[in-house]
Nanobody
Framework: QVQLVESGGGLVQAGGSLRLSCAAS????????MGWFRQAPGRQRELVAR???????NYADSVKGRVTISRDNAKNTVYLQMNSLKPEDTAVYYC???????????????WGQGTQVTVSS
């Protein structure tokens, strides 16, 4: 019922910046939380950042001070601004949205297709 479309990945030199975007569409009553995860080769998927509808944020320790997550509720869009990128940030980045689709309190998690971020030395 929900689709997430990501953009903004690419190749960047160490120390550079990228901004990822993710727009949610479909049958959505309310978006509870939107966030970004990443998965590098040989690694498990890990949380990068998340943001609630009220604007509360959480960041992984490895990215604190270098990335900022933001949200445009009117557009159902979440952004991840990444600065001072390091080679260890190289991964596939996945957008997620935790949503309710009715007035029921049940929450469902949806995922984007993933976008590659590569940081060269």
């Amino acid at each position: 019922q929900v689709q997430l479309v990501e953009s903004g990945g690419g190749l960047v030199q160490a120390g550079g910046s990228l901004r990822l975007s993710c727009a949610a569409s479909g049958t959505i009553f309310s978006i509870v939380t939107m966030g970004w995860f990443r998965q590098a080769p040989g690694r498990q998927r890990e949380l990068v950042a998340r943001i609630t509808s009220s604007g509360s944020t959480n960041y992984a320790d490895s990215v604190k001070g270098r990335v900022t997550i933001s949200r445009d509720n009117a557009k159902n869009t979440v952004y991840l601004q990444m600065n001072s990128l390091k080679p260890e940030d190289t991964a596939v980045y996945y957008c997620n949205a935790d949503v309710t689709i009715t007035t029921n309190r049940n929450v469902f998690r949806y995922w984007g297709q993933g976008t590659q971020v590569t940081v060269s030395s």
